[in-house]
C-alpha cells in the first residue's frame, strides 16, 4: 500500500519561496509508468494541479503557474519536492502530493503572510 506524507514550513512571507517534500513508503517513485503529483487547494476553492514528475524524471507544470513552480525528486530517500517562487497571499493554500490514480497524501496547509 502506496502511502505519502507532505512536509515543510506551514507559513511563508511573501515573496519568498515555499518548498514541501513528499516522502512515500510502501512503493517506489521511479517505479514504471507512475506520475507523482502536487495539487493544492486555497481556502474556498477548488482543487489545482500544479504539476507531476514522471517515474523517469520528466516534468510537466500547470502553464499558470509554469514559471514560479520547479519539481524534483531524490530516488535515493524516495521523495519529490515542489518549491514555489515567489509566493503571495494567493499562494496560501493545503498543498497535496498524489500518485497518479493513487493515493493522497492528507496535505498541508501553507500560509503565506504579506
Known amino acids: 500500500q502506496v502511502q505519502l506524507q507532505e512536509s515543510g514550513p506551514g507559513l511563508v512571507n511573501s515573496s519568498q519561496t515555499l518548498s514541501l517534500t513528499c516522502t512515500v513508503s510502501?512503493?517506489?517513485?521511479?517505479?514504471?509508468?507512475?506520475?507523482w503529483s502536487w495539487i493544492r487547494q486555497p481556502p474556498g476553492k477548488g482543487l489545482e494541479w500544479m504539476g507531476v514528475i514522471s517515474y523517469d524524471g520528466s516534468t510537466y507544470y500547470n502553464p499558470s503557474l509554469k514559471s514560479r513552480t520547479s519539481i524534483s525528486r531524490d530516488t535515493s530517500k524516495n521523495q519529490f519536492s515542489l518549491q514555489l517562487r515567489s509566493v503571495t497571499p494567493e499562494d496560501t493554500a493545503i498543498y497535496y502530493c498524489?500518485?497518479?490514480?493513487?493515493?493522497w497524501g492528507q496535505g498541508t496547509q501553507v500560509t503565506v503572510s504579506s
Open positions: 498524489t500518485v497518479f490514480m493513487g493515493p
Open positions: 510502501g512503493g517506489s517513485i521511479t517505479t514504471s509508468k507512475t506520475g
